[in-house]
């Protein structure tokens, strides 16, 4: 019995042993699976759109309101009180109708670069987060927005080599003050066309159309098809006649002055590629022309003059999710888009040995005092749809130069630059007009800043210096932004800080839809 007994205890001790001996095994390989997940392991790849979240969902709302404020022509379902009928006469003197469009920023002209950016930028927002967008019951405004300024590109394309690009003149524009509804100055056309070349507007609108074709393509076949055609002539026209318009027409030097070309080539073939399919789009970027005009290895800043980067992640979604047989030579195009879309992102990520140093004092990506928030509100829309594209792909990390990170990483920084914007600051400021309770009260924006039942005429500058808030709320409007000290001051007068635009709420538009819930891309747009 004793003998028994002395055996049963020490078969009881040795179990104890081998258990924890297993438990200190089991231990350490989770441990060490959990130091090497950050390199190897995908994390969960997102599905249909979750819960929404309010604070993203209400932002995007306030967001989008400001395409209805920039509207011109005769409006629809106007939703903006203190909007009416406007420039309904544009185009009348070239028998041309370009009432619709939208004006560009505080002011009256319709510039078509930046306008045709910001449609290009809507479409891709819609083709990639239309179910948050749906989900958020954003969707519909979204498109009505994109529709007015499309209608406005395919009326300024009135033949194949003709785009009018211009209405209104700025320098008698900017020495008035007045609200849209009360212009009776003259409203002067400019256009390209094959002596007067303007290769990246005419570009980039057909950008803008092809996109767009993609959107409206289960929507209204007939229209898609219709702005699929413009597409295709108007990058005919801007590949056949090569030319800067900032050559051809100095005067849009002082405004949207144009760094180059070659960028809004690529970026209206890439998105040509996309809506037919048509391989010769394809070698076009990747192989006849990406070395030469991608600037491969080379971040840049995605903007309305520069499309580098918003071709590179475009490109790369091909590279991730692509199921079509494509040529060696284009494969190792692809691969470079996404080797230099990996390195924007890494110069976006804090933790990334490449990172930018061009930072507010609280974290703000901050690049130029001029419209400060353009540069952060882009970079962070191309981040989160990155970071989709890896999530969605079960890619966990990517390489910068030779440091893993984690495939949230570009979507953390997403959420740093947005919460900033929306009064996560040291001013406590909402730059977002109309979200929260404190944003700027004067916006620098004729329309907003007049009452409507003043009679001005061209003179009304008493209330671009009045020191009284804006009368009308110009909601959704993005101000220009704050200085890298994180001061801001809200002054009529400050145009520098204190200006919409419209291509920067597209922007907003699309980082916003990215976030307000969680969901996949589509592995295609069509």
Same mark, same amino acid.
């Given at each position: 019995m004793g003998a028994d007994s002395g055996r049963s205890?020490?078969?009881?001790?040795? !179990?104890?042993? &081998?258990? !924890?001996?297993? !438990?200190?095994?089991?231990?350490?390989?989770?441990?060490?699976?959990?130091?090497?997940? *950050? *390199?190897? =392991? #995908?994390?969960?790849?997102?599905? #249909? #759109?979750?819960?929404?979240?309010?604070?993203?969902?209400?932002? +995007?709302?306030?967001? &989008?309101?400001?395409?209805?404020?920039?509207?011109?022509?005769? !409006? $629809?379902?106007?939703?903006i009180s203190w909007r009416g009928d406007s420039a309904l006469k544009d185009g009348s003197q070239a028998h041309v109708d370009l009432s619709k469009g939208m004006y560009d920023a505080g002011d009256h002209v319709k510039f078509g670069l930046p306008m045709a950016f910001t449609a290009t930028v809507l479409s891709w927002s819609i083709l990639e987060y239309g179910d948050q967008m749906a989900a958020a019951k954003q969707l519909d405004h979204a498109r009505d927005s994109l529709k007015w300024i499309t209608d406005f590109l395919v009326a300024a394309h009135p033949k194949d080599n003709v785009l009018y690009i211009q209405v209104g003149d700025p320098d008698i524009d900017h020495k008035c003050w007045e609200r849209p509804e009360d212009m009776t100055e003259e409203r002067p056309l400019i256009q390209v066309n094959t002596s007067s070349p303007g290769t990246e507007v005419a570009a980039e609108t057909a950008a803008a159309l092809a996109s767009a074709s993609l959107v409206f393509n289960t929507v209204d076949s007939t229209y898609s098809d219709l702005l699929l055609q413009h597409a295709q002539k108007l990058f005919t026209f801007a590949d056949t006649y090569r030319g800067s318009y900032s050559i051809s027409i100095p005067k849009?030097?002082?405004?949207y002055n144009s760094t180059g070309y070659r960028d809004e080539l690529l970026w209206a073939a890439s998105w040509l590629y996309h809506a037919t399919g048509d391989q010769s789009y394809l070698s076009y970027v990747t192989v006849e022309n990406g070395k030469g005009y991608a600037d491969w290895g080379r971040p840049t800043w995605f903007s309305w003059d520069d499309k580098r980067a918003g071709t590179q992640v475009l490109l790369s979604r091909l590279h991730?999710?692509? @199921?079509?047989?494509?040529? /060696?030579? =284009? /494969?190792?195009? +692809?691969?470079?888009?996404?080797?230099?879309? =990996?390195? $924007?992102?890494?110069? &976006? &990520? #804090?933790?990334?040995?490449?990172?930018?140093?061009?930072? @507010?004092d609280s974290g703000l990506i901050w690049i130029d005092q001029w419209n400060s928030l353009q540069h952060p509100v882009a970079a962070s829309f191309l981040a989160v749809l990155y970071s989709d594209y890896m999530l969605t792909s079960r890619t966990s990390s990517f390489s910068c130069n030779g440091e893993f990170l984690h495939a949230i990483g570009p979507s953390k920084l997403c959420y740093s630059q947005i919460d900033y914007i929306l009064g996560d600051n040291p001013m406590k400021l909402s730059y977002l007009v109309g979200y929260g309770r404190n944003y700027p009260q004067q916006v620098h924006h004729r329309g907003a800043s007049i009452p409507t039942d003043a009679k001005t005429g061209c003179d009304g500058m008493k209330w671009l210096t009045s020191s009284e808030p804006n009368p009308n709320v110009a909601i959704g409007a993005l101000v220009g932004g704050p200085f890298k000290n994180d001061s801001y001051i809200d002054s009529r007068n400050n145009s520098m800080q204190a200006e919409p635009s419209t291509y920067n709420s597209a922007v907003l538009v699309g980082l916003l839809s990215g976030l307000v819930t969680t969901s996949s891309v589509p592995l295609s747009f069509t």
């Open positions: 205890k020490g078969c009881v001790g040795w !179990l104890i042993v &081998l258990v !924890l001996a297993a !438990l200190v095994v089991t231990t350490a390989v989770i441990a060490v699976k959990k130091k090497s997940s *950050h *390199h190897s =392991e #995908p994390g969960p790849a997102p599905g #249909p #759109p979750g819960a929404v979240s309010s604070k993203y969902a209400d932002a +995007l709302s306030v967001a &989008l309101q400001f395409f209805n404020v920039q509207k011109s022509g005769k !409006l $629809v379902n106007n939703k849009v030097q002082r405004f991730v999710f692509t @199921s079509t047989k494509t040529s /060696n030579a =284009e /494969n190792v195009g +692809l691969q470079m888009y996404r080797r230099t879309a =990996e390195a $924007v992102m890494c110069g &976006l &990520l #804090p933790d990334s040995p490449t990172a930018t140093s061009s930072r @507010s």
